[in-house]
C-alpha cells in the first residue's frame, strides 16, 4: 500500500513569515526608544542676544601640542584647572572661559576639557583653533 505524502509548506507560504516579520517590527519599534544620542548638550546663544562679556570676565586657557593645558604662561593639571574656573565662578558668575587647542593636541584631552565646562556648568565657553604661525 502506497501512503501520499503531504507536500511541505515554503517559508513564504507558511505563517513562520509573518509571525517573524511582526516580531521584527516589534523588535525595531522598541529598540528605536533606546537609540541615545551621545555628545555634548551645551546651550547656545540665541541668533539675536547681544550678550556683553567684559575683559575681566575673561578666562583664557591655552592648550599645546601635548595636550598641556597652559594658564598664565603655567603648565597645570586638570584638576588644578577645575579649581582655577570654581573660584573664578564663585568670584564672578558671568565668567567666559576661552581655550586656544593647538592643531597637534589629541582629541581626547579636548574632550576632557571641554567635559570639565559642561561639568562645571559653564555659561559662557568657547575654543578656537591656534593659528599657525607662518
Known sequence: MKLKRRNKLGFIESCAASDLAFLLIIYFLVIAGFNISKGFIMNLPAKDSTRLILRDDLLRFEMDGGGQILYSDEIISIPRTRT????A?????NIAVIITIDSQATWQNVVYFVELAQDLQIDSFSFSMKKESQ
Not at 84 to 87: G, K, M, R
Open 84 to 87: 582655577v574656573i570654581q573660584t
Open 89 to 93: 565662578q564663585r568670584a564672578n558668575p
